[in-house]
């Protein structure tokens, strides 16, 4: 079955890298996403990679894929105080139903 | 992106009454899902919204508590039925757009029941 695990909690400083991992078990994965949950917020689709892709950089959003591993990391450069939230990793298949499965998402707290 | 409201924004309601969340969209769109995303937890999927014809449930999620309408390529309504303190969540409303699988969603409706 699918499943998606993430480490619950990582803690910065501001100007620091923070880099948030995310395993998944589903090796037919197509497209692998980050999302973005402020506190009261909805989902905020940061970025996205698709299987076939190692790497893909998108400002200060690094997303690095190692498919053998089926391992998923989301860096963020220069961590700033409005980075502070929790971010989700999900997969898809691309059976042409489109749902996603979620991780149990990762709290990122920027200190000043 | 796409443009996606939810109504209400947040509801405090009672045991045993329903509460009929609305999901509008900017323009149209085939995919439409319906999540739920209890306290502290990750989202889990409800149903598929279809249009013109019974929502697709999954595992754990049934008609008679959840039903859904969407008449539309642009609307859906998820209605939470005869709640319970156990339904306290955010439910939130999502779309596929786009030629890459990408989902957005709704800001959510943020559900307590007392």
């Known amino acids: 079955g699918e499943d998606v695990e993430q480490s619950l909690f990582l803690s910065v400083r501001e100007g620091d890298s923070s880099v948030i991992n995310c395993t998944y078990t589903?090796?037919?994965?197509?497209?692998l996403y980050w999302y973005k949950q402020e506190p009261g917020a909805g989902l905020q689709l940061l970025t996205y990679?698709?299987?076939?892709?190692d790497m893909k950089q998108d400002q200060r959003l690094t997303v690095l894929l190692n498919k053998k591993d089926k391992h998923l990391s989301l860096r963020i450069a220069d961590t700033q105080t409005g980075d502070s939230a929790i971010y989700f990793c999900?997969?898809?298949?691309?059976?042409?139903?489109?749902?996603?499965?979620f991780g149990k998402g990762t709290m990122l707290l920027v200190s000043p | 992106s796409a443009v996606i409201s939810q109504k209400p924004s947040r509801d405090i309601c009672q045991r045993g009454t329903s509460l009929t969340i609305q999901c509008q969209v900017d323009?149209?769109?085939?995919?439409m899902f319906w999540y739920r995303q209890q306290p502290g937890q990750s989202l889990t999927l409800i149903a598929t919204?279809?249009?013109?014809?019974?929502?697709?449930?999954e595992s754990g999620f049934v008609i008679d508590k959840f039903p859904i309408s969407r008449p539309n390529l642009t609307f859906s309504t998820l209605t939470v039925s005869n709640m319970s303190p156990e339904d306290s969540s955010i439910y939130l409303c999502s779309v596929v757009r786009g030629t890459n699988n990408e989902q957005f969603f709704g800001p959510g409706t943020r559900l307590t029941v007392l």
């Open positions: 999900a997969e898809s298949i691309n059976s042409g139903y489109s749902t996603l499965t």
């Open positions: 919204a279809n249009q013109g014809s019974e929502a697709t449930y």
């Open positions: 990679i698709f299987s076939n892709m």
């Open positions: 589903d090796s037919s994965s197509t497209y």
């Open positions: 323009s149209q769109v085939t995919m």
